[in-house]
């Protein structure tokens, strides 16, 4: 049974470290290939990024990251949504890594406030990232369509405020 479509961001508080592997493997793939701590690093990451998509995460689901995407990831929308600006552009900096490694335990409903006109799922996956000495989570949204030539769409990330434990 799929999940209360509101609930993506509490579900993270249920994660344990050994859904990724042993703690020396979920170190290795949370620390981050690059650095960046504001808005126009994350952007150019960014651009740099979406020329290698679509990328396919841990639980086997692809993913386009498109133009239009790149610049609602790093909107103040998305940023605020994230426990912090400097987690949320490490993040959006590292986003092909962590959706290579990300995973997708829930199956959530859809959001009936949103427009869900052609969509068949939005889809929560989640990565381990390493920020300010501890493993924290970044909720990544793929939308999902009824269309089955459109591409699944990396709609947006935020760096949940759950420390990673085994």
Known sequence: MAEPWDTSREKAQELHLEQWGTQEEVKAMSAPLRQA???????DYLKEIAR??????????????????LGKI???????????PEAHYLAAA?????????????????NPNKDNTGLKARRY??????????????????????DAD???NLYSIAAVDV???A
Request: aromatic share 10%.
């Open 37 to 43: 701590s504001n808005r126009r690093e994350a952007m």
């Open 52 to 69: 290698s998509s679509p990328f396919t995460s841990r639980s086997g689901l692809p993913a386009r990251l498109s133009n239009r995407s």
């Open 74 to 84: 790093v909107s103040h929308a998305a940023v605020v949504s994230s426990f912090c």
């Open 94 to 110: 590292n986003i092909d890594k962590l959706y290579a490694n990300a995973i997708e335990p829930w199956e959530f409903e859809l």
């Open 125 to 146: 996956l989640y990565a381990p990232m390493e920020y300010g000495g501890k493993i924290t989570i970044v909720k990544i949204t793929v939308k999902e369509y009824e």
């Open 150 to 152: 459109l591409q699944n």
């Open 163 to 165: 420390e990673l434990r």
